[in-house]
């Protein structure tokens, strides 16, 4: 208060805001008295609303800050991004490996502990390790509790956290109008980045082909789904799609409208259409998607073929959701 008033109107910058709660009464005070204007910046809201803390109803905006973006990275590199993930310091560095050790060690697991969110490091860390086999597949709670010697709650309180402290989202299961046999209650669960979860289920990439890849490139078109859906406000789910026959969908997004998109890191087969072809027997999307490493776009039947490039220009041109 002391500073010069032109001074006094630009924007204060608090991180780890969520380390000190009660900062945000004085916060509050500021912005209802002062006028003054506050970017406040955190890795959980979690500890925020369990201890009570202000949240600032209605004075507030909140926004999400993902990892880079294919158009934010000049020259991008896809092999690059698949095996060194997109968190900045990370992309740009020869020792990655060693990067992303010290991040996943010493930086995640301590960013939840130091949280205060949870009572037993030891179980955690076993599910921490867990998540190498259960990344990015359908989840059995049941099962990864066994093989962490925890119960299911334990298991799904604990997923919880990753989502609450901003490392990891769950996507659900799509099942509107079923008539086929669908599944509905096992979501998946994606780790923020793909080059944390390729340390996380020790994964690296040598040439784009192979299952390897290919789980790495649904994680990354994913990723930049979200972070367009998060940057252009736009609030609509992204959820899966699979029958108990085993037809899948990777993603479908939107709302009324939505949008089917499957992901495959080899040259396109028929077989690959199988799952989009029976959701559009179903559900008559808008627009039915597969994103694939080919080098030209084209349509079969009712399903556009997008070389990944393309279907990324045209996503964050707005042209598909």
């Known amino acids: 208060m002391a500073l010069p008033e032109a001074k006094r109107r630009l924007p204060i910058v608090i991180d780890e805001v969520q380390k000190v709660p009660q900062i945000l009464d004085e916060v509050h005070r500021l912005i209802e008295n002062e006028g003054l204007n506050f970017v406040l910046c955190g890795s959980s809201a979690r500890k925020l609303m369990r ?36 968190i900045p310091s990370h992309y740009d560095c020869s020792e990655y490996k060693q990067a992303l050790a010290g991040y996943v060690t010493d930086y995640l697991k301590e960013e939840v502990f130091d949280e205060g969110l949870i009572r037993n490091i030891a179980a955690f860390s076993r599910f921490f390790d867990a998540l190498s ?10 099962s990864v509790a066994r093989d962490c010697g925890m119960d299911s709650k334990t298991v799904r309180e604990y997923f919880q956290i ?21 599944i509905t209650s096992k979501p998946k669960f994606y780790l923020f980045d793909v080059g944390v979860a390729g340390r996380v289920c020790d994964r690296t990439i040598e040439r784009t082909q192979g299952e390897a890849f290919g789980r790495a490139f649904e ?5 930049e789904l979200m972070a367009w859906r998060n940057y252009g406000n736009n609030d609509f789910p992204v959820r899966y799609w699979r029958t108990k026959t085993g037809l899948k969908v990777d993603f479908v997004a939107g709302m009324s409208s939505q949008v089917a998109i499957e992901i495959k890191g080899s040259r396109v087969r028929n077989e690959h259409l199988k ?23 084209r349509c079969i039947g009712k399903i556009n073929v997008l070389p990944w490039e393309e279907f990324l220009n045209r996503l964050w041109e707005g042209e598909i959701i």
């Not at 490392?167 to 008539?179: A, D, K, N, T, V």
């Not at 994680?219 to 990723?223: A, G, N, S, T």
């Open 133 to 142: 086999f259960s990344h990015g597949e359908e989840l059995n709670f049941s």
């Open 219 to 223: 994680h990354f078109i994913l990723m």
């Open 162 to 182: 990753l989502e609450d402290t901003l490392l990891g989202y769950m996507i659900e299961p799509f099942s509107q109008r079923r008539s086929r046999k669908v």
């Open 51 to 86: 201890g009570g803390a202000n949240l600032l109803g209605g004075r507030a905006w909140r926004f999400h800050l993902h990892p880079l973006t294919w158009r934010e990275v000049p020259e991008f590199d896809l092999l690059q991004a698949l095996n060194r993930g997109l």
């Open 275 to 297: 799952g989009l072809k029976a959701f559009i027997e179903e559900h008559q999307p808008a627009m039915a998607i597969l994103v694939c490493a080919e080098p030209r776009a």
